[in-house]
């Protein structure tokens, strides 16, 4: 063979083999391109991804702020209008109970007798307690003269009076024999409870004791308290018991200007009728005790006669109706206030004039009109 031949041959082979390397290194190449570029999108994929999981948790953290800014402008509005309804409700609730704390007042002020007074006190109490009641203080015990309320004392009204509280036990009489002993008005945050029917309540429920003195004498107590349970119908003040104080003192500053009013008018009047100062005879120079005697018996007759007088309407009443004490207590209550003042001690534990008086000019004889046994 030439050599010619054999060198064209030679370099066929030869470039027969640089082609098929250079395919391979093309190939292989072309391989780790396409490897890179698979990553490149695999990673520019997860980085979108990533990018928009981030853009999606972004937005969505954004939409809930936004939810929760303006749930939260929506709690402040509603927060603000409930407190507003209740400043109003508030502001309508006290000017209510400012109205009628003045018309009651008024009221007291019209009133032309002690019993009518008093009427008036029990009825506006009445609409700032769901119980009120006045007890009559006579001696030691407190007894019932007048009891209202829509949560009730359970036993008539009719028999209110037969309610009695034996003051000079603590533990019985509670808070009224608080408000009588100390002359201030007592609450169950300072005298404790009062358990004896019909002023039990249920633990937590508040009541109030307020005195009604004359001439500085207890001569009654108003007492008043939540009654068992809420009533939903009842607009009740939260300062109820300070409402009641206001009401009972002005009643009792109204009993005793009535009262000397009354007394000035008797002395204009009657001039013949001198009332013996309220000081106890002295004892270097005792007087007899018949002296004495006429002497009580005659004052009796005349704070009597002078209830009698002027509560004619309501003695007559009274009389048919079997229940003087009932209409003429605070009157009764009053004039024993006086006598007891005026008339020594010694004379009142021998014979109690004023009862024997009462029985004879108001009942006409009949103790039972009065609510005594015979």
């Not at 702020?65 to 109003?88: D, H, P, Q």
């Amino acid at each position: 063979m030439p050599f010619d031949e054999q060198l064209r041959r030679a370099f066929d082979t030869l470039t027969d083999r640089l082609r098929d390397e250079i395919a391979g290194a093309l190939n292989g190449v072309a391989d780790e391109l396409a490897a890179a570029a698979q990553a490149d999108r695999d990673r520019a994929a997860n980085e979108a991804a990533n990018d928009a999981r981030a853009d999606a948790e972004r937005d969505t953290a954004s939409r809930i702020g936004e939810a929760e800014r303006a749930a939260g402008a929506r709690l402040f509005e509603a927060v603000a209008a409930a407190e507003a309804a209740a400043r109003e409700n508030g502001r309508v609730a006290d000017l209510a109970a400012s109205e009628r704390l003045l018309n009651a007042i008024r009221a007291i002020d019209r009133a032309t007798s002690l019993s009518e007074i008093l009427e008036t006190l029990i009825s506006a109490a009445g609409r700032e307690a769901s119980r009120v009641g006045i007890l009559l203080v006579r001696g030691a015990t407190a007894v019932g003269w007048r009891f209202v309320g829509s949560g009730g004392f359970g036993f008539p009204v009719g028999a209110a009076h037969d309610t009695s509280l034996t003051l000079d036990l603590p533990g019985a009489s509670g808070v009224v024999g608080d408000a009588v002993r100390t002359g201030a008005a007592a609450s169950s945050d300072t005298a404790g409870g009062l358990s004896q029917p019909p002023f039990e309540l249920p633990d937590g429920r508040e009541r109030v004791a307020l005195p009604i003195p004359m001439s500085g004498q207890v001569v009654a107590v108003l007492y008043a308290d939540q009654g068992a349970a809420d009533d939903p119908q009842r607009d009740v003040a939260i300062a109820w018991p300070s409402i009641l104080e206001v009401l009972t003192r002005h009643a009792a500053r109204s009993l005793e200007a009535l009262t000397a009013f009354k007394a000035a008018r008797v002395l204009t009047e009657r001039p013949d009728v001198a009332l013996a100062p309220p000081t106890a005879v002295p004892v270097a120079s005792p007087a007899p005790q018949s002296d004495d005697d006429d002497a009580a018996r005659r004052y009796a007759r005349l704070l009597v006669s002078e209830i009698k007088l002027y509560h004619e309407p309501a003695v007559a009443a009274g009389c048919l109706e079997r229940n003087l004490a009932v209409r003429l207590g605070g009157e009764i209550a009053h004039a024993r206030v006086l006598y007891e003042q005026r008339v020594p001690a010694d004379v009142r534990q021998r014979t109690d004039f004023f009862d024997a008086e009462l029985v004879r000019t108001l009942a006409n004889g009949d103790a039972t009109l009065l609510g005594q046994t015979t």
